[in-house]
């Protein structure tokens, strides 16, 4: 393990925002890991997990602690005797890369969350999802470094407490450093194409029974279109959850705006599109204020416009919070995690 002092994070976040590490240093393995945590002990020092950066705002200041960038990496195919296929990926592996090379491997379960940035490390702590999928229905185990008992643990999928864009492991990311995932990926599987945005694509393109690679192409068609190019554009991709809510607000907001979107919860409740509502509602889609501005192709995205600072975002943000409050009653929540003061 190398440790570097004053290290600058801000080429590390695909936000292209935030000040310098205290301490710094890059983990390949679980021996490293556990010397890095050890460090910390021994100086009293807080600590930060990094993968891809592709979900974080970091604070101007920079973060008062050693910085720990996930570097392990592997990805391991073993079929069970049930024809399924159970793939171990290492944390700091990236998440587009796994899902490319299972999809070459014609394996069902991961196509939908294509060209979601970051590192498969992250993906069960925001349990990822898009275009009607969810990680959390292909994870298996989760391997974590449990900080209070100091062990390597093996977590089952119904220890993870997986939930709409949360998990055991954001509710306590500071005990639990998710080190592998393991997921379980069927060979003959079904495609999953039943979300609007891909239907349309299909539809266009007059395909009725497209084939298990054409979903990967058809989602990063409509994700390059509706997000921006993270190695040229600054952003942390969706910024806000969509909202669940009650029946009776759903009702209330459908008198007063007829085509909101609304969709069915595992619940009684109704979940809303919070990016229909900044656009159709707010009209703030496209909207920029000084370096700071929502995507023109999706509003859900905040974007740097070239040298936003950290505090910059979070006051445009919180304009959309109390614009969206104001115009609908909800509260929308962040999706993306602040980091340092």
């Known amino acids: 393990m190398i440790l570097k002092k004053n290290k600058s994070l801000k080429e590390m976040t695909t ?3 935030g000040g310098n590490a205290q301490f710094f240093c890059t983990v390949k393995n679980e021996e490293e890991l556990v010397e890095a945590l050890n460090f910390t002990k021994e100086n ?35 079929e069970n005797e049930d ?58 185990e ?8 100091e062990r390597f643990v093996d977590m089952r999928n119904i220890d993870c407490s997986f939930s709409y864009r949360s998990s055991l492991f954001k509710e306590n990311h500071e005990r639990y450093i998710i080190v592998s995932v393991t997921f379980i990926l069927k060979k003959n599987g079904k495609v999953n ?20 690679s054409e979903i990967r192409k058809a989602v990063i068609s409509v994700r390059t279109y509706k997000f921006p190019d993270i190695n040229i554009v600054g952003t942390a991709g969706s910024f806000f959850k969509n909202p669940i809510i009650t029946r009776g607000q759903a009702h209330a907001l459908k008198e007063k705006y007829p085509n909101i979107p609304l969709f069915p919860t595992e619940d009684e409740r109704l979940k809303t599109s919070t990016a229909w509502i900044i656009d159709h509602i707010c009209g703030y889609k496209g909207a ?54």
């Open 288 to 341: 920029s204020v000084g370096n700071v501005g929502t995507y023109k192709n999706q509003a859900l995205v905040i974007v740097n416009n070239g040298n936003a600072t950290a505090e910059e975002v979070k006051v445009f943000a919180e304009t959309i919070v109390s614009m969206v409050k104001e115009k609908t009653g909800i509260d929308i929540e962040r999706e993306v995690e602040y980091a340092g003061e």
């Open 193 to 212: 194409f039943d979300y609007k945005d891909l239907k349309e694509y299909f539809l266009q393109k007059n395909i009725t029974n497209p084939k298990l």
């Open 44 to 78: 009293d020092l807080p600590f930060f997990i990094l993968g891809g950066g592709s979900n974080i705002l970091i604070s101007d200041k920079g973060l008062n602690c050693l910085v720990i960038k996930m570097e392990m990496k592997g990805i391991d195919f073993v």
């Open 142 to 149: 989760v391997r974590v470094y449990d900080t209070k008992t």
């Open 83 to 140: 024809g399924n296929v159970e793939v171990k990926a290492q944390a700091g592996e990236n998440w587009d890369k796994l899902v490319n090379l299972c999809v070459e491997k014609r394996l069902y379960g991961l196509e939908n969350l294509s060209l979601i940035p970051g590192t498969v490390g992250a993906t069960p702590v925001q349990n990822i999802g898009a275009y009607g999928a969810e990680i959390k229905d292909t994870i298996d």
């Open 15 to 17: 936000f292209k925002i």
